[in-house]
């Protein structure tokens, strides 16, 4: 197995890199994301991961972040894997507490940690990561091992509709006959 150096350091003191405007890029692996890992499938290696740490030049300090990763994950429609490439890009506030949150434009996700206190880079990262997967995971179109999944058309479902109604299984039935006689004075 090759061991690759992770140089992206996991707690670091965010404010004190904000006030020193630095920035830090490096992998982080995804093997030691919790969370994460147990919809990853087969040997994933590394998002790779740039943060630039600055302030305003008054009391708001913030971070912007890229986050790249190759995952594979389970197709919902075949179970298969499924490559998927994320790319995101955020924007942090530090935030000593949940008050401030007004105080920040949409623009910026909060980041509660105190001024003095340690934070995880890595944790923040499989937040990002977490966020950035699509709401379901399958292979483009054509590509899925499973076929695609048929489609009925407006044509086809309102012609169900037709016979839902004529056989009278149709549950709302009873409410337009409610209706009528409720027009008539009954």
Known sequence: MLVVPINLPDWVLPWQLAQAQCSLQGKVPLALMSRLEHELLGEEEYAWVEW????????RYFARGRIQAHLR????????????????QTQIGLMADESEIQQWSDQYEPWIVKPAEAASLW??????????LPLVVRHSVGECPKGEVPKL???????EE??????????????????VKGKSGI
Request: net charge negative.
């Open 153 to 159: 058309t407006v044509d086809q479902d309102k012609q």
């Open 123 to 132: 944790n923040l990262v499989e937040e990002e990561l977490l966020l950035a």
């Open 52 to 59: 630039m740490f600055d302030h305003d030049g008054g009391n």
């Open 73 to 88: 994950l389970p197709c919902q429609r075949c179970l298969q894997i499924v490559s998927i490439e994320i790319a995101t």
């Open 162 to 179: 037709r016979v839902l109604q004529q056989r009278g299984s149709n549950p709302f039935s009873i409410l337009n006959k409610l209706e």
